[in-house]
């Protein structure tokens, strides 16, 4: 015979203690948990001080590409947080790693949309980032007899939250997907809205990626989907 089912309970003083005592680690979403924007949440140094005086392993993990694991290490300690780059992980880096552990040819590059995170994981993980940022204020000319030019060397198209999103990085992109042989689209995450301020919620990378989706009618590999299952 099977054992029987254990039921969930509901946590109280008498059954913290233990529960708390069969973890050895903690995980801990970035935006709106650690800190909103750039300011940091009631109570946070204290409970991390907390969990690492009593030997737990913190790491931290965010959807939000934009920064590479080093700069995210650089905002933690910016808020009176010391954290290692070893203990983040971050979206940019997994798209990075996604594509080194399944052979990702070197001499395929990678077109960016969003920000410079992603750009520098890409070059961490041996691969040439096109895009982002540096396509900020690039503009298209929507006239006759222009031919938008991509490079055919683009072997990845990696969609991430991008505040300079325009025509141009769309284009840019929508054409490496429909035309380069093979080429991967992927998308760090598709969150609707994110906390880019304290104030308030701002939209996510989902409308990024939904407008790539919509140009391309192609399907996607959203690397939160990986890190879920």
Known sequence: MSSPKRLAQLLSAHNTGPLF???????????????KG???IHGVPQTLDLLRSKGKKLVFVTNNSTKSRRQYAIKFQS????VNEDEIFSSSFAAAMYLKVNNFPQ???VYVIGGEGIIEELQLAGYTGLGGPEDGEKRVQLKSNFLFEHDKTVGAVVVGLDPDINY????YGTLCIRENPGCL????????????????EWPGAGCMVGAMCASTEKSLLS???LQRS
């Open 185 to 200: 689209f992927i998308a760090t995450n598709r969150d609707a809205v994110g906390h880019m301020t304290d104030l308030q």
């Open 38 to 40: 750039d300011k940091l």
């Open 21 to 35: 005592d069969s973890l050895e680690a903690f995980l801990f979403d970035c935006d709106g948990v650690i800190w």
């Open 168 to 171: 141009y990085k769309l284009q």
């Open 107 to 109: 001499q395929n590059k």
């Open 79 to 82: 808020l009176g947080l010391s």
């Open 223 to 225: 690397l939160e989907n």
